[in-house]
């Protein structure tokens, strides 16, 4: 199969429809034309912020086959996946490690897709077309590097076998095992955990109430308190919150039947929230604020409101987001994410591979010894 490789400068010059046809049926709710669009036009991953769209389209003849969603990065901020390390080493030694090109979702640390591929289509020539377009695009463009964050373990090898150095991280995600409600979960942990965890709930809904709102229950005034939850939350925690109010506005428009919003109001007041995006067959937790000092509410907002949800909904895990050790206390245990990495120039290259080759094994060991260690589960 020949196909032709096109570069795009936005996604609406691709268009809702044509980029749906390949990212829909991937049941992720971050790689649809709805979410990216509105990371774009909303300023949130914009070129003045750093984030300037060069996405990759695989066509045979008129034929759409397959979608990269790419982006030219000034900076590494709103990745998750960490290489200032190498960016520092490599400009200290007279590089130029900006612009480099990322294959993602803005702003997101979830795994999922990053290869899309019609469903028509023969998906492995689509997918090796599109790892090797974009690393000719990264040598064409004379860039220092590429980099696919969080793809699909499946695709993972693929990037490999194109000459891609592997890396492995971790998360802590939630897996359903078959309840049918919360208590049930409980049950599956040790009684210590069972304890503290009730404790917790209890202290945190005490002079709260809490809702899960989906859908039509999610109105313009609720986006209003969430986002200022969010920018208060954000400023005193990362300087600066990265989404804009106005993409709030737009998932809330597009994206409502695969949002869960919680929100917790203080005599009638909002003031917190946790934003989770609904997929095929996980929650995702994303973004969360409070305006007010409350026991345990972080975790009742964005860890076990979000696993009470997922079990009515019969899901099979939640994924909360990068980071936080103190995770798997409350059920959720450490998975291996990956990301892969193209690096031009071998000066940087090599020693980058010296290191990846033995923090893959590290991680995995270590994976293995906080689930031994850590672990809140009676059976492990």
Same mark, same amino acid.
């Given at each position: 199969?020949?196909l032709?490789?096109t570069?795009?400068?936005s996604i609406? %010059?691709i268009?809702?429809?044509?980029w749906?046809a390949?990212?829909?049926?991937t049941?992720?709710?971050f790689?649809?034309?709805?979410f990216?669009?509105?990371c774009e036009?909303?300023g949130?991953?914009?070129?003045?912020?750093?984030?300037g769209?060069?996405? *990759?389209v695989?066509?045979d003849g008129d034929a759409?086959?397959g979608?990269?969603?790419l982006?030219?990065?000034?900076h590494?901020?709103?990745?998750?996946v960490?290489?200032?390390n190498? #960016?520092?080493?490599? !400009?200290r030694?007279g590089?130029?490690y900006y612009?480099?090109l990322?294959g993602?979702?803005?702003?997101?640390?979830?795994t999922?897709?990053r290869l899309l591929?019609?469903?028509?289509?023969?998906?492995?020539?689509v !997918?090796?077309?599109?790892?090797?377009?974009?690393?000719?695009?990264t040598?064409?463009?004379? *860039?220092s590097?590429l980099?696919?964050?969080?793809p699909e373990e499946?695709q993972w090898?693929?990037?490999?076998?194109?000459g891609?150095? @592997? =890396?492995q991280?971790?998360?802590f995600?939630?897996?359903?095992?078959?309840y049918?409600?919360f208590?049930d979960f409980l049950?599956?942990?040790?009684?210590n =955990?069972? /304890?503290?965890?009730r404790r917790e709930?209890?202290?945190?809904?005490t002079g *709260?109430d809490?809702r899960? @709102?989906t859908?039509?229950?999610?109105e313009?005034?609720h986006?209003?308190?969430?986002?200022a939850?969010?920018i208060?939350t954000?400023?005193?925690?990362?300087?600066?919150p990265?989404?804009?109010r106005?993409?709030?506005?737009?998932?809330?428009e597009?994206m409502v039947?695969?949002i #869960?919003?919680?929100?917790a109001?203080q005599?009638?007041q909002?003031?917190?929230?946790?934003l989770?995006?609904?997929?095929?067959d996980? @929650?995702?937790? =994303?973004q969360?604020?409070t305006l007010i !000092?409350?026991?345990?509410?972080h975790?009742? *907002?964005?860890? +076990?409101q979000a696993?009470?949800?997922?079990?009515?909904?019969?899901?099979?895990?939640?994924?909360?987001?990068a980071?936080?050790?103190?995770k798997?206390?409350?059920?959720y $245990?450490?998975?291996?994410v +990956?990301?892969?990495?193209?690096?031009a120039?071998?000066? $940087?290259?090599d020693?980058? /591979?010296?290191y990846?080759d033995?923090e893959?094994?590290?991680? %995995?060991? !270590?994976i293995?010894?906080?689930?031994?260690?850590?672990s809140p +589960?009676?059976?492990?």
């Amino acid at each position: 199969m020949t196909l032709d490789l096109t570069v795009h400068g936005s996604i609406q %010059e691709i268009g809702a429809d044509v980029w749906d046809a390949c990212a829909g049926p991937t049941g992720d709710p971050f790689v649809t034309y709805a979410f990216l669009h509105a990371c774009e036009t909303s300023g949130s991953a914009a070129p003045r912020q750093g984030w300037g769209p060069r996405h *990759l389209v695989a066509r045979d003849g008129d034929a759409v086959l397959g979608l990269m969603p790419l982006y030219l990065k000034g900076h590494s901020q709103g990745e998750y996946v960490f290489d200032h390390n190498w #960016a520092d080493a490599y !400009e200290r030694a007279g590089g130029a490690y900006y612009p480099k090109l990322v294959g993602a979702v803005p702003f997101t640390p979830a795994t999922g897709p990053r290869l899309l591929v019609h469903p028509n289509a023969d998906r492995d020539a689509v !997918e090796d077309a599109l790892v090797h377009g974009a690393v000719t695009l990264t040598d064409q463009l004379d *860039l220092s590097s590429l980099h696919i964050l969080f793809p699909e373990e499946r695709q993972w090898p693929r990037m490999g076998d194109a000459g891609m150095l @592997l =890396r492995q991280d971790m998360q802590f995600i939630w897996r359903n095992g078959g309840y049918q409600t919360f208590d049930d979960f409980l049950a599956a942990l040790s009684s210590n =955990r069972r /304890k503290t965890i009730r404790r917790e709930r209890r202290d945190a809904q005490t002079g *709260l109430d809490i809702r899960v @709102l989906t859908g039509a229950e999610i109105e313009p005034h609720h986006w209003d308190a969430f986002f200022a939850c969010y920018i208060d939350t954000g400023s005193r925690k990362w300087g600066r919150p990265y989404l804009t109010r106005d993409f709030f506005a737009r998932v809330g428009e597009t994206m409502v039947d695969r949002i #869960a919003l919680v929100m917790a109001f203080q005599d009638g007041q909002p003031v917190a929230g946790a934003l989770n995006f609904i997929g095929r067959d996980a @929650l995702y937790g =994303r973004q969360w604020g409070t305006l007010i !000092e409350h026991p345990f509410l972080h975790f009742e *907002l964005c860890y +076990y409101q979000a696993i009470d949800f997922a079990i009515s909904r019969g899901l099979s895990r939640v994924e909360a987001g990068a980071q936080g050790e103190h995770k798997i206390a409350r059920g959720y $245990l450490p998975s291996p994410v +990956y990301s892969a990495h193209h690096i031009a120039d071998r000066a $940087l290259r090599d020693p980058v /591979k010296r290191y990846l080759d033995g923090e893959r094994p590290a991680v %995995e060991a !270590e994976i293995a010894a906080m689930t031994e260690a850590m672990s809140p +589960y009676r059976e492990r």
